[in-house]
T-cell receptor, first 113, second 115 residues
């Protein structure tokens, strides 16, 4: 079955560490997105990429970085500059039939310890 | 500015009763509208969409939504609620004139169905 795989499901980060969240899709989708979810705040866009080797900042990009070296992969790095990284992170993608909306991964819950 | 509003943080309904989860939107141009559902510690699942055509849209799990252009609303409805419908529901909108295909989400409404 085609879909989006996010790993790990749970991630613990110490203060001052960088961590990388994985997002892989086998849907042959061009565009990929990273969202952050906090309770009561809905989803906020961190970064997005429409094609390989290109990406743009979303609404809350500070303290995060991404890469898009392959169409299938869009990893997110949470850097030590992100002061409040504890959240649920969701990866999504969309294909050429863009009226179908996003396909989401199952998410990664990041906790600072 | 484009936005989506879900005015209710929580909706509580008895099993078997009809339910409505409200959503209003503000976008430039014609909107693509979506409803998604999220179960605990999971990603969002697509329920239904409105692109064009009939204002009443039918989706997964018996849900439907009514697009009302004059009221800029897209309320989610179900004639008879099930306990298994308890989850977090998100309304979302995408402006078709956005080349980036970004989708803007509401803050979510927690639906609780009591037996």
């Amino acid at each position: 079955d085609g879909g989006i795989t996010q790993s790990p499901k749970y991630l613990f980060r110490k203060e001052g560490q960088n961590v990388t969240l994985s997002c892989e899709q086998n849907l042959n989708h061009d565009a990929m997105y990273w969202y952050r979810q906090d309770p009561g705040q809905g989803l906020r866009l961190i970064y997005y990429s429409q094609i390989v080797n290109d990406f743009q900042k979303g609404d809350i990009a500070e303290g995060y970085s991404v890469s898009r070296e392959k169409k299938e992969s869009f990893p997110l790095t949470v850097t030590s500059a992100q002061k409040n990284p504890t959240a649920f992170y969701l990866c999504a993608s969309i294909g050429t039939k863009r009226d179908y909306g996003y396909t989401f991964g199952s998410g990664t819950r990041l906790t600072v310890v | 500015a484009q936005s989506v509003a879900q005015p209710e943080d929580q909706v509580k309904v008895a099993e078997g009763n009809p339910l409505t989860v409200k959503c209003t939107y503000s976008v430039s141009g014609n909107p693509y509208l979506f409803w998604y559902v999220q179960y605990p510690n999971r990603g969002l699942q697509f329920l239904l969409k409105y692109i064009t055509g009939d204002n009443l849209v039918k989706g997964s799990y018996g849900f439907e939504a009514e697009f009302n252009k004059s009221q800029t609303s897209f309320h989610l409805k179900k004639p008879s609620a099930l306990v298994s419908d308890s989850a977090l529901y998100f309304c979302a909108v995408r402006d078709i004139y956005s080349s980036a295909s970004k989708i803007i989400f509401g803050s979510g409404t927690r639906l609780s169905i009591r037996p």
